[in-house]
């Protein structure tokens, strides 16, 4: 608090940094690329799950827990999954220390070596699999539904909090089912299930769609996703769902008993969001002054702040203070009183402001004898003074509360309709990327190649084939060949 | 469901690993010590995980995420604590995988050694601690109490379902504070805390006490408990609160500006329960046909069941189950309609008993005819026939709820006490071990000598030294010499 943030304007990045240490939502622990989730941070992901869990648990999901150990010979045996993991793995070869001879340290005990290496999962499609093979025989066990929250460990080179860590947070779905119409059925819904949090949770705008050929998961036959718009132009992939085909199904010889008699493969699927969702949270909404947190996932909505002199004040102050807070809770309202005697308001309303608290109220004793609050919206920076008298507190608040949250979405989404270009030749693609950034609208040959060369030379990949892209004749903005239809670019997070 | 479950007088340890994987709660994974927590055996951890979570909460606790990874180095800066857990780590020492030369198949990489190693945590101090380091100038920043849901590992040779896995699940909770005082009093807090979970919830009564110091937290200057008795006779130990002293602290160097001016080290405290309370609950209190849940932490609390012919009489049956279902929702009860017609009711019986679902609901076109239902009990297993329009089903349901929660827990606690004796001679000790088993209730002198030449004679242990214990003058029952009081043996899983 001793000095502001960093501007968006002057470093996007630093300021994002910086912002996520501040504002007390995570740090960078003593193991590379590991991070610390603080208890605020925590708070807010906790908001997350508990509403993604609901959703998946109304669209039929079961949760349950798999190893955190992978043996190698699992993480092989579907090549492409392998290949496409393989290069960030941690591994465990050992399984105890001991004392080193000269007793001044702790050694791995070149004993305790284990005779096949366990990979701590980077995702868990091969240890699930391996384990569905047991659970399924019939068309009877059929769809099987089921998630996990898990921590995951993808050994990533460079990494920032919360976007791309070594250790992250997730949950992961691995569905199976006795039809592939009705697997695709289930990646499509859970990627709207993904879409509906972001946009009413997380007052984030996304565009649904799917993932070409190189951006695809590896061991999954289609990969679609919904992307998100920073204010700074890029891109972020906030969810992905698999529909994997027979692949892990053959890879692992999962089959079941048909109704009609017969002997088939599974279809299955698998979908995911990570605490990467705190990043998109934390980089569409926030400004200079610090966070600024969607009333849905504020962890309080409302903070009291006092303003007072002396003990007696206070205690007046206190009185109306709870009545308050005990009419917005009884609403569902949650609210914290900020009484420490150890900060001054000033200081406060920096610290609530920086944390992103949707709604701060002002009392002091000017406003004891007016009978009125001063309310300040985080969204805006404005304020209001309201007569107690005149006004029934708590409904108001209630009301303002999904004006900001709509307040919020709907900027994010101006922005990226701002933000979305449509381009028609390689110099306007070349130009507005790197003059203005954003989605970048174009037509595509269809081909890997040209997707990579497109990535060499900007580092724009393409980010979706929009779920509701219309049919357009048109030419790649790259190799001029024909195209049906026009496809996002970006660069990405 | 094909045969009964072994008897619990015949094999109890087989009754349990049959009851797990029967009762759908757990099973093995490929990876050797590493379980796979079944749906409907995850669904019941969430509901004690909801519970503790919100009494963690309503003591003041905040949730956080720390790393899984903890460098061997860290682990090793608290003498006693690495010397307890050493014997048991995975150790992570590369982060890549490679194909072979001859392409054949995946190997660990060599290039990708790690230059420290880095543990999977067995548990989180020195990881926390060296976190807690930044966190802490000052007594303004204190106490500093937080809970983290997690994974660790220890590699244990022998492993249970439940019981002792190389993996599981738990919390822990790791506090900082002023004082000593204050520090002993949250250790104190968190095992009371433990207790009225085990006794509200899981409806196991549960001997607060003391651990001698062979069986104390490796790092702990004390550690308090909770020991619950089997129904084989062997003790549990539930959970356990340690006090830290300023051990920690010390090791990581965490010190605080006190009020008066000065700088000292800080006091601290961690806490845990695991998975192993899933063990505790199914040993406590199931039987030959299956589980028996508490029905505070029962999945669901009623399965209403129709015996039928042809659609007519279910389209009329299940009319009847929809509105006692929406009545018995509007009162928080969770209830359960299986109208799948793959399954005959005689089966479904079988398995709601299995699966230990408190109240089972029959109704049949007689019972239609008679605007009655048949009830039955899980717990008695026993049946009465309700005539709806002389009872407020849901009231008596509600009502019938508690009795059960009740009556499990008064089972259990007339069970343990009837398995805890009093004995005084080293005769009597091993005479009632071997015949009875249960806590023995004994004089010891105090020393870790006697606990161990006791402990290889007859494998039993100190469980604790009760927190309720009675002053009492008497002699060791194995070497004789004085003792002030009681404490509490037995075999314990
Ligand atoms: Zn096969
Ligand atoms: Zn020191």
Not at 376 to 391: V, Y
Not at 485 to 490: I, P
């Amino acid at each position: 608090m001793s000095k502001g943030l960093p501007k968006r304007s002057e470093d996007y990045s630093l300021w994002y940094n910086e912002l996520v240490k501040r504002a007390d939502l995570a740090e960078n622990s003593p193991v590379r690329g590991c991070m610390v989730i603080k208890p605020y941070g925590y708070s807010i992901w906790e908001k997350m799950q508990a509403e993604l869990d609901r959703m998946f648990k109304e669209t039929g999901h079961q949760n349950a827990y798999f190893p955190l150990f992978i043996p190698k010979s699992y993480l092989s045996k579907e090549a492409s999954h392998v290949e496409g993991f393989a290069k960030e793995c941690a591994v465990v070869t050992h399984y105890r220390l001991k004392n080193s001879d000269d007793g001044k340290s702790v050694i791995v005990d070149p004993d305790a070596k284990l005779e096949e290496e366990l990979i701590v999962r980077p995702t868990s499609e091969t240890v699930i699999w391996s384990t569905y093979k047991n659970w399924i025989q019939s068309y009877r066990d059929l769809p099987l539904l089921v998630n996990q929250w898990a921590n995951v460990v993808r050994w990533e080179m460079r990494t920032r909090l919360f976007l791309r860590t070594a250790e992250f947070l997730w949950q992961e779905g691995h569905t199976a089912h006795a039809s592939k119409q009705e697997a695709i059925e289930e990646t499509v819904q859970m990627m709207n299930v993904y879409a509906k949090f972001a946009e009413d949770f997380m007052a984030l705008p996304v565009v649904k769609g799917v993932k070409s050929e190189n951006e695809r998961f590896a061991g999954a036959e289609n990969t679609y996703c919904i992307e998100a718009m920073m204010q700074d132009g890029k891109a972020l992939q906030a969810g992905t769902s698999h529909f994997l085909g027979q692949n892990f199904a053959k890879a692992f010889d999962v089959k079941f008993a048909t109704k009609e008699g017969g002997l088939e493969h599974v279809w299955g699927t698998s979908w995911g969001v990570s605490t990467r969702l705190m990043g998109a949270l934390i980089m569409a909404h926030s400004d200079d002054n610090g966070l600024v947190l969607p009333p849905k996932l504020a962890p309080n909505q409302v903070v009291i702040v006092p303003i007072y002199r002396g003990d007696e004040e206070l205690e007046k102050i206190s009185n109306k203070a709870k009545e308050i807070m005990a009419k917005l809770r009884a609403k569902g309202v949650t609210v914290h009183f900020d009484n420490r005697d150890t900060h001054k308001p000033g200081w406060k309303f920096a610290e609530y402001e920086l944390k992103g608290v949707p709604l701060r109220i002002a009392m002091g004793p000017r406003d004891l004898e007016n009978n009125t609050i001063e309310l300040a919206r985080r969204d805006t920076l404005t304020k209001e003074t309201i007569n107690l008298s005149e006004i029934e507190l708590d409904d108001y608040i209630v009301k303002k509360l999904d004006e900001i949250q709509e307040t919020i979405y709907n900027k994010a989404y101006n922005f990226r309709t701002e933000m979305t270009t449509e381009v028609n030749s390689w110099d306007e693609f070349q130009e507005m990327l790197e003059k203005k950034g954003g989605f970048l609208s174009a037509h595509w040959d269809g081909t890997s190649e040209t997707e990579d060369k497109i990535k060499e030379l900007t580092k724009a990949t393409i980010r979706c084939i929009p779920i509701d892209q219309k049919e357009e004749d048109g030419n790649c903005i790259f190799s001029g060949k024909p195209s049906k239809g026009r496809v996002l670019f970006a660069k990405a997070y």
